[in-house]
């Protein structure tokens, strides 16, 4: 054994060290000891935990302007491994009757060098609930970053893994370094703090005592395990040894350890997920999907589903034992409990090793089909090391007999937990008798969230974290246009490629042909008819059957179908059966019947496959994409755009734009002239106080730290300024306020709906514009795509004009007269009492409703330019969008605003130059600022080019007495990439 000390504290310190000694010596394990702060509320102090995870939060953090001075910190850290064997090793000591026996001797002798040390009882981190420093162990994740006494910060490392136990500062330099040389790496710690604003007086209170005693229980932690055996074993790697336990592996013996069975759980898991995910294969042993969260599932009474919290699978498994999760129709249900066990057998509940073990619920059938005849190894010898969880795959609930016989089985295992997993609807569920009998609690499954996604792909795809946020956001905002849940096994099937390109564009249709694909792969793969139709076939008649639901709006039964199904199958002459064809379809989840009408259960495959067969057939496409129609298909129409679009459809756009923009020059746009003053809204030193006011009164009310009586009355301010602001749109057309004639509250209300119906037609026009446009300039050409360009700008320019011009004549000056009024205020005292004072309570209703106003008048830029930005995000468009020219000013600028988000490096300089023309104190500059920080923060991953736009965003405001402090923002952006360029 080899000891080497660090120079000095810190993760460069700990490289320096690893690589110094790696360069020297040759090793099979490298070990970094020492002391850590605790996190986790399972950890005390004077604990020792162990890794199985470190997350480096090092590098690719991201700042952001918190407001009031204060700075915003996102991470992005990236992920080392333990192996797995080895920390089952070390678990071994806690499990194992036998070495139970040495494991609380070493506790004891912790205990009694503690009481040396004059400590005679530890608390918690808030400084109760003493108890004496007798330490445990738990291996999990451990994070290396800058230890702070925020609890900020400690919050974000959690949203990153709930799990996380400690923080510490070495790990993360120490396996950049091993993980290069391929050399195992184990962190061993010491709870010495709890990482909180406590740990100073903890430290300055004990004399650095509980520092000492952490760092001794870690080393004599590991002086203990070099008498394990288990231990040892995993440090030897001769030949010899590896052949002994591939013997030991092919013996069957009727006791099998519960290594062996992890270790075997691991295989077996990702075998079946392979098995299930044709796409999963591609990817190499160890790739893991993210999990999503689970929502309780309430009965629907009254008014609908109340708001849940939403809960980790783990920790409800720590509380309950019998659980149900709902799941969608648009979910693969063959994937889901493959997913879950994936992640159960990485985790443990209370020192507990959890085992989990998927069952077919078709397959449990009496009388001998059992779940000990499913999994026979796992109820086999010492129970006592493991925590055993039946996944259920599916509910025959529609049996009784069959139900009965898995409730039997339930109850025969009251020591193990059940999750069941089934499409059947939750309340359904609730209400049957096996719910009643197995009193389960039953869940949904919730979206993988943001950050669970961006860093699912920086960990898989070797990304930035710019990069893998861009791309997280992407997806996100793509499965929610559809409506669809982000499903682990969709991260499968995309490839590395397919997420570059998704940097530079939105290149929706190869993640949709890759999840239909997918689908339509399992289906294939199940088909055990005599004759299988290949997934080509089976795709095409999947097209035909949406344009006859979607276009000729057919409606099919279950007997519609079937006869349907048999003329497809004459038309081909295909020797199948109709009954089982439709079958296939319907248990691979693709379609449902809904009241005896027939559905596609998943919208994106509904939608791609409506695209597909429309671009494919001009005279459909043109009779579908109607664009007088009210129920227009915008989600197909931008899949359409992609795949190609028809001649006779691009014309029609054209003359819509044409149309909805007339031949009149613009005069005078509002934002280009001084009619709305931005001082006039809101005090511009008000702006970012009033933000983090109502920022931290909503987490007040998520956090429960209000009374009542203050959460109502702030509803019931909301709700009143929403109100006056709606009634006062309708008022501003309003030519007489004196005027009683009906003739002119007719002639009001008509203009009113005129000028909704101007700003509907521009929306629509506008929106289909930018789609054709964005997703179809692949199929354009030259002059179409430049024609198109213009009139877009000019379409967009209209719009914002005659949008915020509509929302600046509402008159928040007499809405915040009223509700700041004796009146009002004197009925929110009255109606809510509190300590609240009267003067603050004025002032916080005048300056949300300024706050309403600045929002309002700045929302049509902000939606306008996002959406273009969203959608027209094609580098493709680059050379078009330099070439074409643009005789109006406001047109022009977002002709800049659009190139310089191409992000192709000389977009830039025009829009620098744009900008510069501007009027010195206008709206307009807030609003151009506002939207390129979003860009900067949300839509780009090139480090040069975001620090252009944010150079950009900063002379901007300069104009309107503004400052905006850039430069910890450019320093995160500088430093982001730096990692990836010297690995690089």
């Known amino acids: 054994m080899l000891v080497v000390v660090q120079d000095e504290m810190g993760r460069s310190s700990a490289s320096n060290s690893a690589t110094e000694a790696l360069n020297e010596f040759t090793c099979d394990l490298f070990i970094c000891l020492g002391i850590a702060g605790g996190l986790s509320k399972d950890l005390k102090l004077g604990d020792v935990c162990y890794s199985g995870n470190v997350l480096d939060v090092n590098d690719n953090a991201k700042t952001t302007d918190g407001g009031e001075g204060a700075i915003n910190l996102e991470l992005s850290p990236f992920t080392y491994r333990t192996d797995k064997a080895l920390s089952l090793a070390l678990d071994f000591v806690r499990r194992d009757p036998v070495s139970r026996i040495g494991y609380k001797e070493w506790q004891q002798s912790r205990l009694a060098r503690a009481r040396e040390l004059g400590i005679e009882e530890i608390q918690d981190k808030k400084g109760q609930n003493p108890q004496e420093p007798l330490p445990n162990s738990l291996s999990g994740t451990i994070a290396c970053g800058v230890v702070s006494a925020g609890n900020n910060y400690n919050e974000k490392l959690k949203q990153i893994d709930r799990k ?31 990482a909180d604003p406590n740990k100073a007086k903890l430290e300055a209170g004990t004399q650095d005592l509980v520092r000492v005693l952490a760092a001794e229980n870690a080393a004599s932690f590991l002086k203990f395990q070099l008498g394990n055996n288990k231990f040892l074993e995993r440090l030897k790697s001769s030949q010899e040894t590896t052949q002994k336990m591939e013997k030991a592996t092919e013996t069957l013996s009727v006791t099998k350890s519960l290594e062996e069975l992890v270790l075997g759980g691991f295989t077996f898991i990702d075998e079946r997920l392979r098995e299930i995910s044709p796409e999963y294969r591609l990817h190499p042993k160890g790739y893991q999907m993210p999990l999503p969260s689970i929502v309780a599932e309430q009965p629907k009474e009254g008014s609908g589903r109340r708001s849940e919290p939403i809960h980790d699978i783990v920790e409800c498994l720590r509380t309950e034992n019998h659980i149900y999760i709902a799941l969608d129709k648009n979910y693969p249900d063959k994937s889901v409990p493959w997913v879950i066990a994936d992640h159960l057998i990485r985790s443990e509940i209370d020192n507990v090793q959890l085992l989990p073990i998927v069952v077919n619920g078709d397959d449990i059938k009496p009388p001998h089909y059992s779940i000990e005849v499913a999994a026979p190894d796992v109820f086999v010898g010492d129970q006592e090391n493991r925590q055993v969880v039946i996944i259920f795959d599916g509910l ?39 719910a009643s009998a197995v009193s389960a609690s039953a869940y949904r499954l919730c979206e993988v969230s943001f950050s669970q996604m961006a860093y699912f792909v920086q960990r898989n795809f070797e990304m930035n974290g710019s990069e893998s946020e861009v791309v997280a956001k992407r997806l996100r905002d793509t499965f929610r246009k559809f409506h669809l849940n982000a499903h682990p096994a969709y991260f499968a099937g995309i490839p590395k490629e397919t997420l570059s390109a998704l940097i530079q564009a939105n290149r929706r249709t190869e993640l949709m042909q890759l999840g239909v694909d997918g689908f339509l792969t399992f289906l294939v793969a199940g088909d055990q008819a005599k004759i299988a139709l290949s997934r080509t076939t089976r795709s095409r008649f999947l097209r035909q059957l949406v344009v006859e639901l979607n276009v000729n709006k057919r409606t099919f039964n279950e007997a519609a179908l079937v006869e349907y199904t048999a003329e497809f199958a004459a038309h081909y002459d295909f020797d199948i059966k109709p009954i089982t064809f439709i079958e296939e379809f319907t248990k691979a989840g693709i379609l449902f ?41 915008l989600a197909t129409f931008d899949l359409y755009c992609e795949i190609q679009p028809c001649e006779q459809v691009i014309s029609a756009v054209s003359r819509l734009l044409q149309d909805k923009i007339g031949d009149d020059l613009e005069e005078s746009h509002i934002l280009l002239s001084d009619r709305i003053d931005p001082s006039n809204l809101i005090a511009m030193d ?25 959460k109502q009355r702030l509803v019931d301010i909301t709700e009143r300024v929403s109100e006056r602001a709606s009634k006062s749109s309708v008022a501003a057309f309003e030519t007489d306020e004196d005027s009683e004639s009906p003739a002119d509250s007719i002639s009001d209300r008509e203009e009113f709906e005129a000028a909704v119906d101007r700003l509907s037609d521009l929306s629509f026009s506008t929106m289909v514009g930018t789609l054709l446009v964005g997703y179809g300039a692949e199929h354009l050409d030259a002059g179409t795509k430049r024609r198109l360009i213009v009139l877009v700008t000019k379409s967009a320019s209209r719009l914002i004009d005659q949008w915020t011009e509509f929302n600046n004549r509402i008159d928040f000056g007499s809405m915040k007269e009223d509700l700041t009024s004796d009146e009002f205020l004197d009925e929110m005292m009255v109606k809510y009492p509190s300590d609240t004072k009267r003067e ?35 580098p493709i468009l680059g050379k078009s969008l330099v070439a074409v020219e643009i005789n109006e000013p406001f047109p022009e600028l977002i002709r800049a605003i659009w190139l310089s988000d191409l992000e192709l490096g000389y977009g830039e300089d025009l829009l620098n130059k744009t ?26 991953a090139k480090k040069d080019h975001r620090l252009k736009l944010l150079e950009i965003a900063e002379s901007v405001l300069k104009k309107v007495s503004l400052n905006l402090d850039s430069s910890k923002i450019k320093k995160v952006i500088k430093d982001e990439t730096r990692k990836g360029d010297s690995s690089g």
């Open 164 to 194: 996380v136990l400690a923080i510490e500062t070495e790990s993360g330099g120490v396996f950049n370094i091993t993980s290069r040389k391929g050399v195992n790496t184990l962190i061993i710690r010491g709870i010495s703090d709890y």
């Open 396 to 434: 025959p609930l529609s049996s009784k007999t069959r139900t009965k016989f898995i409730l039997d089985q339930v109850q025969q295992h009251k020591n193990a937990k059940f999750i069941f997993t089934d499409r059947t609807e939750a309340n359904f569920f609730l209400q049957s008798e096996f």
């Open 593 to 633: 019947f809904d009241h005896d009408r027939v559905r596609v259960a998943i919208p994106f495959i509904e939608s791609f496959l409506l695209a597909q067969e429309l671009a494919s057939k001009p005279e459909i496409a043109v009779q579908y994409f109607n664009l007088t129609d009210y129920n227009f298909d």
């Open 686 to 710: 008000k702006l970012g106080a009033l933000q983090n006011r109502i920022e931290r009164a909503a987490r007040d009310i998520v956090d429960d730290k209000n009374t009542t009586v203050e």
């Open 840 to 874: 603050k309570l004025k002032s916080t209703i005048s300056d949300y409703v300024d706050m309403m106003k600045f929002l309002c008048v700045s929302d049509p830029f902000r939606k306008v330019m996002g959406s273009l930005g969203d959608h027209a995000k094609n």
């Open 915 to 940: 900008t510069k023309k501007l009027p010195q104190i206008s709206l307009l500059r807030i609003c151009i600022s506002e939207y390129l920080l979003k860009q900067v923060y949300w839509a780009h």
